[in-house]
Structure formats: C-alpha cells, structure tokens
Nanobody
C-alpha cells in the first residue's frame, strides 16, 4: 500500500508563507507524477501544482503562479509546496496526491490520481 502524509499546514495572515510537506511511503510506491490539490468548503477539489519526479517538470494553476513553488526530495520520497504571499482565497484543505506508475506528464486532473493523503489545513486570514 502507498501512504501519503501531509504536514506543514496552519494559520497565517495574508502575505505570509507556509511550506507544506508530503511524505510518501510503501514498498510499491513508484509514482512519477505527484501533485498538490486543495478543496475549500463548498467548492470542488482543484489541482494546485504538479511535478514529474523524474524530469522535474512542473505545472501550476494560474491563481498560484509566481507565489507557489512545488519541489521534491526524490531520495526521501518527499514532495513540498512552498506558498508565499498567501491570500485568503488560498484557504483550503491541501492534499498530496500521486499517480501509480510512470507517466511522462503530470496534468492536474483529479481522475488520474490514485493515492491521496488525509490533507492539511491552510487558513489565511486578512
């Protein structure tokens, strides 16, 4: 089984920063596509940023471009999301997700992702 565990969420004022971490484990973990999704109350889960673990290609939703940076530590099977200049509209539960297998691209499409973490709450106040 694949396990994804997020951490680093919290409460911050607008303009502040947070760094989310996702630790992946499991003997059968072989994902080349990992991503961060978020879901605010009453809204659908949306893709925030994705990364191909092999090539390092990244993708971001327009609303976070220039503010968020997705990165990894492949040796640790860890995924990170550095969030700067946070805005109240960034408030959501943030989920780490992984696609099983080896994909060359990592589009932010929910249906592609097989494994999900429990989520970590990010709250941005004004």
């Amino acid at each position: 089984q694949v396990q994804l565990v997020e951490s680093g969420g919290g409460s911050v004022q607008a303009g502040g920063s947070l760094r989310l971490s996702c630790a992946a484990s499991g003997d059968d973990f072989n994902s080349n596509c990992m991503a961060w999704f978020r879901q605010a109350p009453g809204k659908e889960r949306e893709g925030v940023a994705s990364l191909t673990r092999n090539g390092g290609a990244t993708s971001y939703v327009d609303s976070v471009k220039g503010r968020f940076t997705i990165s990894q530590d492949k040796a640790k099977n860890a995924l990170y999301l550095q969030m700067n200049n946070l805005k109240p509209e960034d408030t959501a539960m943030y989920y780490c997700a992984a696609v099983r297998g080896w994909l060359n691209e990592c589009p932010l499409v929910r249906a592609l992702f097989d494994d999900w973490g429990q989520g970590t709450q990010v709250t941005v106040s004004s």
